[in-house]
């Protein structure tokens, strides 16, 4: 069994910073891709940020610039460092990673976490 656990949100003025933390553990062989979406209200869920094992990443385009996303393979973590928040980043942040375990691969989601920018 695999858990996924995101740490980090809060409420920020804008112009501020944030970073979130999500660590995958339990029965894992290698992760794949981890990242992270996010949900504000009456929206449909996307991708804010993605990387690979390897360190290829992606961003969803009102982010480029801002966000950061990095992570420490050794301890299956990964990190989104949020810059320059805008009320428009306001929404609840889930991270996820795709896990190959003994069966085969997986994607596994956390519960997320509140990112309210406001002032």
């Known amino acids: 069994q695999v858990q996924v656990v995101e740490s980090g949100g809060g409420l920020v003025q804008p112009g501020g910073s944030l970073r979130l933390s999500c660590a995958a553990s339990?029965?894992?062989?290698?992760?794949?891709?981890m990242g992270w979406y996010r949900q504000a209200p009456g929206k449909e869920r996307e991708l804010v940020a993605a990387?690979?094992?390897?360190?290829?990443?992606d961003y969803l385009d009102s982010v480029k610039g801002r966000f950061t996303i990095s992570r420490a393979n050794a301890v299956n973590t990964v990190y989104l460092q949020m810059n320059s928040l805008k009320p428009e980043d306001t929404a609840v942040y889930y991270c996820?990673?795709?896990?190959?375990?003994?069966?085969?691969?997986?994607?596994?989601w956390g519960k997320g976490t509140l990112v309210t920018v406001s002032s």
């Open positions: 996820y990673a795709s896990v190959r375990e003994t069966m085969g691969y997986a994607d596994y």
């Open positions: 339990g029965s894992i062989l290698s992760v794949n891709v």
């Open positions: 990387i690979a094992s390897r360190g290829s990443t």
